[in-house]
């Protein structure tokens, strides 16, 4: 599925949505007809709503005077009037819109599923440098999350690549969460996002969600004397 990527939470975390294009599925061609339909409705209708947290309406958005789905998060009040902070929901981005500038939605404008997806990179599992406090002996180890270095080289990869993305879908959790394989197109050929990570050492492959594929050396020695035992074990048995 090729896509836009329009936020990187993090390394293996970001939000995207369908391309437009040739080969576009039938619901992002139905957003596009949907999002010029929404602007043509919303540039005639004068009629204000009185927007409250959570609410779900439609919003004109100051940078490009153009109206969005949007979900309403919290309401300000400046000197210049009532402001509601809202999340655009096709978009994954937030903005400041003036309250008058919001209006209830037909249910027809908000029956299209959302377009901005969440995605993760599919397993991959981030290391991190620790030091021994008996040896000093600096090893890379799985850890939880992944660190600042990690998380601007995958920013900035995206960034450079203006020749498009796509992704191959491995699983869909029950959280709507898509579980991906990220590919960038650069000048100097197609990136394998979770390959690359693995290549440069801010992750290795979880061998839970990768299957039979041999997880990197973690610790000193520690990957290779399981790999020993085992292997022992296979020829007293056979």
Known sequence: MEITILKVVKADHFWAKEAPGTQMSEETR???????????????????????????CVGKRPEDKLWYRVRVKTILHSKHGPQACCFLLDYAAECQIPCHWLREAPPRFMQLPWQAKEFRLY????????????????????????????????????????????????????DGVHHVKLYLRRTSGTVCVNDDLVSKEYAVYNEDKEGPRQAAKLGAGKTSNLLHIIFVSVLWSS
């Open 30 to 56: 139905q957003f596009v007809q949907l999002s010029q339909q929404i602007n043509d409705y919303f540039s005639m209708d004068q009629t204000m709503c009185v927007p409250a947290q959570g609410q779900y």
């Open 123 to 174: 397993g991959l599992q981030p290391v991190t440098l620790t030091t021994s406090k008996e040896t000093f002996e600096t090893t890379k180890e799985a850890c939880n999350r992944y660190d600042t270095s990690a998380n601007e080289y995958v920013g900035k990869l995206v960034k450079e690549s203006s020749a498009g993305a796509y992704v191959r879908v491995q699983s869909v959790d029950s």
